[in-house]
């Protein structure tokens, strides 16, 4: 079993940046793909992003795409998404996913977060 948190959303306004954090309760965090998705309100979560195991190959909505990086740290047990040029329509609660293959996009993946909220106001 894995827990991941997250944390580091809050207010924002259009054209400023936040960056995500989640962390990762495993010893073997190494073994592990991850990636953020988004749900805005009304409508279902998306794919927003993704790591694989080692972090050599990353993966990125056509939406954010230029603006967000993904990336890990091993020794912290910990991805972050760094958000930059945000806009209004990115308002949405960001949730952490881990899988021990590869992040799917459709969402069904091993073990997700509570998620944290971004809101950027236009």
């Known amino acids: 079993q894995v827990q991941l948190v997250e944390s580091g959303g809050g207010l924002v306004q259009a054209g400023g940046s936040l960056r995500l954090s989640c962390t990762a309760s495993?010893?073997?965090?190494?073994?592990?793909?991850m990636g953020w998705f988004r749900q805005a309100p009304g409508k279902e979560r998306e794919f927003v992003a993704a790591?694989?195991?080692?972090?050599?190959?990353?993966t990125y909505a056509d939406s954010v795409k230029g603006r967000f990086t993904i990336s890990r740290d091993g020794t912290k047990n910990t991805i972050y998404l760094q958000m930059d040029s945000l806009k209004f329509e990115d308002t949405a609660v960001y949730y952490c996913?881990?899988?021990?293959?590869?992040?799917?996009?459709?969402?069904?993946?091993?073990?997700w977060g509570q998620g944290t909220q971004v809101t950027v106001s236009s």
């Open positions: 996913a881990a899988d021990q293959l590869s992040i799917r996009t459709n969402g069904r993946n091993d073990y």
């Open positions: 495993t010893r073997t965090f190494s073994r592990y793909a």
């Open positions: 790591i694989s195991r080692i972090g050599g190959s990353t």
